[in-house]
């Protein structure tokens, strides 16, 4: 298993609820029907003035799988709808090593 972690500035005039709006209300919903997608988590910064607004988690069974979904229409869809409302978007494909705390 992979995960994507996509690290975004909004765009130039874009206030950060609006960006929390557009990601929660627009984007998470075309991004949930991405083709081998296991797991989508978003997060949205509390700092207007911080250097990204939001990070997106995408997990696949593979960066081939994720790389096929990207590939196809409705990928192709998913990825323009993000480079429409962010100025900057930052994608790193990592190996997770979770952990939990103990007592």
């Known amino acids: 298993m992979i995960k994507a972690v ?3 500035k909004r765009k130039d005039g ?7 709006d557009w990601m929660l209300k627009e984007h998470v919903p075309l991004a949930l029907k991405l083709e081998g997608l296991k797991r989508y988590q978003v997060n949205i910064a509390r ?19 994720m790389l096929a979904a990207y590939a196809t229409a409705h990928g192709k869809a998913v990825a323009a ?3 429409a409302h962010v ?10 090593h979770p952990f939990t705390p103990t007592s």
Do not use: A, H, K, Y
């Open 6 to 8: 996509i690290l975004l």
């Open 14 to 20: 874009m206030t950060l609820e609006d960006f929390s």
């Open 47 to 65: 700092d207007p003035d911080g250097d990204f607004d939001g990070v997106s988690e995408l997990w696949f069974d593979s960066e081939e799988d």
């Open 81 to 83: 709808d993000s480079l």
């Open 87 to 96: 100025r900057s978007r930052t994608r790193l494909v990592v190996d997770e």
